[in-house]
Structure formats: C-alpha cells, structure tokens
C-alpha cells in the first residue's frame, strides 16, 4: 500500500470520526487572490531600483523582470506536482517528511514558525508602519505600534474564520491590482514623462551590469508563490485548481512586474531609476506632486495589508501540521470546526510576530533586520523542497500523480541551481540578522529531543 493510499484511508477515518479538519472552502479565485496577495507586497516599490542599478540597459531591465516569472514558473510547476500529489494543511512540511523523515520536517516547521513566517509577516508590517506613518505619525515608535496593530487586527480577523480571512484577501488583492494599473496608467500617459520611447538596447554609463545581484532582488519580489502549497489541503477541486492557480498567479504577477517596471522607466528612465532609494514615490512625486506621494502611502499600506493577511493565513497551518506529528506542540494541532481555523496555531504564530517587532524596535532597522533573518533559512529549506521532488520520484514511482512536471529532471534541476545560488546569495550579502535566524532554527534541536524522550 503506497502513501497515496495511506493520505486516503486516513481522511476516511477523520470523516468517520467526525474529528474537526480543514475542508475544501477555497475556491480558484480564492487562491489566485491568496498567492497574488501573498507576492505583491512591497518588494515592487523598492527592488527595482536595485535592479535597475545592476542593469546594463532598458531592455535588460524588463528582461530581468521577465526571466522572474518564467524562475517562479519552473518553480511553480514542481510543487504543483508535490501539491496534488501530497495534498496536505502542512504543505512544504508534509513533503519533507515524506521525503527525509521527521526530523528533517520538524526543523522546517519549527523555522517557519519562528523565522520564515513570522519574520516575512513582521518585514512586511514594518514597511507598513513606514508607509502609514507618513499618512498619521504617532511618534518615535510609530512604525512599530502600526506593525504591531496590524499583526494583531489581521491574526484576530483570520481566528473569526476562514471566510472573512478569504474575503479580506480577495479585496485586498483587487484594491492593490487597481493601485498598481493607475500608477502604471500616470506613468505611461502623463506629459511630465518623457523617456519614452525606450532605448531597449543601448548601455547608460551611470549603471553597470551585475546580472547575478539583479537576480537576487527580483526573486525577492517574486518570492511568496509557494504558499499555494499550504492550502492545497483547502482548495476546490484540487487536481485541476492547484495547477492553475499557480499558472494564473504568476501569469497575473508577472504581467504587473513588467508594466510597473515600464511605467518606471518611462517616468523617470533608467538612470533615475537606478539613483531613486524610493522608485515609485520619485515616479509620483514627479507626475502628481504631493497627492502622488500620498497615493502612494495609502497603496503601499493596501499592498503589505494583503500580504501579511495571506502570509498569516498561510503560516498558521504548518504550525497545525506540526501539532498534528509531535506531542510538544500539540496544543496548535487542533482545528476549530466552526469557524474552520486553528485558532491555537494563529495565536502562538502571532506572539512570535509580535516578539520579532520588538526585536526591529530594538535594533532600530526592523525592515532590513527581519530580510536577513530570514533570507538564508528560507532558500535552504526551498532548496530541500526542490530536492524531495527527485527523492519521492525514486521511492513512490507507482504513486498516482495527477500532475506531472514536464521535461524531468531538467525542469526540477534547474530550479535546484536557482535555490542553491540563492541561498549562497543570501549568506553572502547578510550580516549578524542571518546568524541570529540560523541560532533560532539551531534552538529547535533541543525542543526535537525533549519531544522524542517523552516519548522514549
């Protein structure tokens, strides 16, 4: 009797026995308005000027943005396979327990839980707190009281139940898709612009060309599409939801990546770009003036809304998961029928968030804090996601899979490299935030013990 079979008998006996579990509730605009939320958070007002700076040309820039998507998308495609092959809450973690054991699948959870998602949520809060503490400054620590108002409003939102989590989420993600086609509209059509048409092949001597480290930001601004995973358990008519959901998302992404990114350049050109620490706000400042510049407050504030609502949707259910395997945790493991939500794994994931803002606070730096934090572990464990596609493949050949990757091993392969440069990227251009966030996963090893002597 293969896995496949096992997950079978074992939903049977959960709907037998009438024990609370997640529910297929989301439908494939759901997921679409989940993984596009998720993606498009602030990465897009920042990174392209990072990347613009490492770019040799126009063209090169849009190139960059369209190499992004076509990455996420061979990513994209290898968990698609996981997803419906594994439907599981747990997502990566079930993956990596099929794949290296418990040990290995315990690690991850636990980094998800006290770095990965809890520190994107808390990043995301305090470029919220930024952005809304231009709108209405409450003092030295405004940007952290915002961070903390917001992690606490949008978990006590996603306790209430899935629903009014979902539908947040759906019109969130429809405010910042409208916000980003105006911006991409005054960009294009003001007469303040006049770097249009683009020179889409000649060099600008004030940039120079590192592809490699353009790379970095733009898969940072892709970063996020992996969620889907979490909710394949949830979703309607998985075998055929999951896979387009994905194609859909990056399709949707990667379309606004390069119109933004169009827009950018033909509102301020390539080396205006390259010398802005705020992209879209020179690009409204110049076009609007001071109506611009709040505009974009208020779409920025839209944007890291709908990201830590979906990331704290998302989060919640590997920390379910993890409750589900091991005794220690298994105060989180439990799913609220009612509101179809685990409640428990909502809240100590919102204790740790809200411990990290203390952290950013105290360091003074909450934003760049929480990208290193976070960054290393991140692409280590994705790498490890990307590598158990090769390992289930060998040990599981007979299970049923209803998606298959096209083109194996390549496809899967190439996503392997594209994790591995990432990760060593990521140790290479972080600081003492990384080391912090490599101890915190280290201090799981300890609470792994203690959960296997219990039950020695």
């Given at each position: 009797m293969n896995r496949q079979q096992n997950y079978s008998i074992a939903q049977e006996s959960t709907a037998n026995n009438s024990v609370a579990a997640p529910k297929p509730s989301l439908a494939l605009l759901d997921a679409?308005?989940?993984?596009?939320?998720?993606?498009?958070?602030?990465?897009?007002?920042?990174?392209?000027?990072?990347?613009?700076?490492?770019?040799?040309?126009?063209?090169?820039?849009?190139?960059?943005?369209?190499?992004?998507?076509?990455?996420?998308l061979i990513g994209a495609l290898c968990y698609a396979e996981l997803a419906t092959t594994y439907p599981d809450v747990g997502g990566t973690y079930y993956y990596l327990k099929l794949a290296f054991g418990r040990t290995v699948a315990f690690l991850f959870a636990w980094a998800r839980m006290t770095v990965i998602q809890t520190g994107s949520i808390v990043l995301l809060a305090f470029v919220f707190g930024d952005y809304f503490s231009r709108l209405l400054p409450l003092g030295t620590y405004?940007?952290?009281?915002?961070?903390?108002?917001?992690?606490?409003?949008?978990?006590?939102?996603?306790?209430?139940?899935?629903?009014?989590?979902?539908?947040?989420?759906?019109?969130?993600?429809?405010?910042?898709?409208?916000?980003?086609?105006?911006?991409?509209?005054?960009?294009?059509?003001?007469?303040?612009?006049?770097?249009?048409?683009?020179?889409?092949?000649?060099?600008?001597?004030?940039?120079?060309?590192?592809?490699?480290?353009?790379?970095?930001?733009?898969?940072?601004?892709?970063?996020?599409w992996n969620e889907a995973a979490y909710i394949s358990a949830e979703i309607q008519n998985r075998r055929r939801n999951m896979v387009r959901s994905l194609m859909w998302s990056i399709g949707i992404i990667t379309g606004i990546y390069l119109l933004i990114n169009l827009a950018y350049l033909r509102g301020l050109g390539l080396a205006g770009m390259a010398s802005s620490e705020a992209v879209a706000a020179a690009l409204m400042d110049r076009?609007?003036?001071t109506p611009g510049a709040i505009f974009l407050s208020v779409l920025v504030a839209i944007c890291t809304l709908g990201a830590i609502n979906a990331t704290i949707l998302t989060g919640a259910r590997t920390n379910y998961a993890l409750g589900q395997d091991f005794s220690l945790f298994a105060f989180v493991g439990r799913w609220q029928a009612r509101n179809d939500t685990p409640v428990q794994a909502l809240l100590l994931q919102g204790a740790f968030a809200l411990g990290l803002v203390l952290l950013g606070t105290i360091t003074r730096n909450g934003f760049e804090t929480m990208v290193e934090y976070t960054a290393p572990v991140f692409w280590f464990f994705f790498l490890l996601s990307a590598i158990s596609l090769f390992v289930l493949r060998r040990r599981e050949p007979n299970t049923v899979r209803p998606f298959q990757v096209p083109f194996y091993p390549l496809t899967p392969l190439l996503f392997c490299i594209v994790c591995g440069y990432l990760l060593y990227s990521s140790l290479a251009y972080t600081g003492i935030g990384a080391l912090v966030g490599i101890l915190v996963v280290g201090a799981g090893i300890p609470l792994l013990l203690l959960n296997n002597y219990r039950h020695s």
């Amino acid at each position: 009797m293969n896995r496949q079979q096992n997950y079978s008998i074992a939903q049977e006996s959960t709907a037998n026995n009438s024990v609370a579990a997640p529910k297929p509730s989301l439908a494939l605009l759901d997921a679409v308005a989940l993984i596009v939320g998720i993606v498009i958070g602030a990465g897009i007002f920042q990174t392209p000027a990072f990347v613009a700076a490492n770019a040799s040309s126009e063209g090169a820039v849009l190139l960059l943005w369209l190499v992004g998507g076509a990455v996420s998308l061979i990513g994209a495609l290898c968990y698609a396979e996981l997803a419906t092959t594994y439907p599981d809450v747990g997502g990566t973690y079930y993956y990596l327990k099929l794949a290296f054991g418990r040990t290995v699948a315990f690690l991850f959870a636990w980094a998800r839980m006290t770095v990965i998602q809890t520190g994107s949520i808390v990043l995301l809060a305090f470029v919220f707190g930024d952005y809304f503490s231009r709108l209405l400054p409450l003092g030295t620590y405004s940007s952290s009281i915002y961070a903390a108002v917001a992690i606490s409003l949008l978990t006590g939102l996603n306790i209430l139940g899935l629903s009014p989590g979902k539908w947040t989420q759906n019109w969130l993600t429809f405010a910042k898709i409208l916000g980003l086609l105006l911006v991409v509209f005054i960009g294009f059509f003001s007469v303040n612009s006049t770097n249009f048409p683009l020179s889409l092949d000649s060099p600008t001597s004030s940039t120079s060309s590192n592809w490699g480290l353009a790379m970095v930001f733009v898969l940072l601004t892709f970063g996020g599409w992996n969620e889907a995973a979490y909710i394949s358990a949830e979703i309607q008519n998985r075998r055929r939801n999951m896979v387009r959901s994905l194609m859909w998302s990056i399709g949707i992404i990667t379309g606004i990546y390069l119109l933004i990114n169009l827009a950018y350049l033909r509102g301020l050109g390539l080396a205006g770009m390259a010398s802005s620490e705020a992209v879209a706000a020179a690009l409204m400042d110049r076009i609007v003036g001071t109506p611009g510049a709040i505009f974009l407050s208020v779409l920025v504030a839209i944007c890291t809304l709908g990201a830590i609502n979906a990331t704290i949707l998302t989060g919640a259910r590997t920390n379910y998961a993890l409750g589900q395997d091991f005794s220690l945790f298994a105060f989180v493991g439990r799913w609220q029928a009612r509101n179809d939500t685990p409640v428990q794994a909502l809240l100590l994931q919102g204790a740790f968030a809200l411990g990290l803002v203390l952290l950013g606070t105290i360091t003074r730096n909450g934003f760049e804090t929480m990208v290193e934090y976070t960054a290393p572990v991140f692409w280590f464990f994705f790498l490890l996601s990307a590598i158990s596609l090769f390992v289930l493949r060998r040990r599981e050949p007979n299970t049923v899979r209803p998606f298959q990757v096209p083109f194996y091993p390549l496809t899967p392969l190439l996503f392997c490299i594209v994790c591995g440069y990432l990760l060593y990227s990521s140790l290479a251009y972080t600081g003492i935030g990384a080391l912090v966030g490599i101890l915190v996963v280290g201090a799981g090893i300890p609470l792994l013990l203690l959960n296997n002597y219990r039950h020695s």
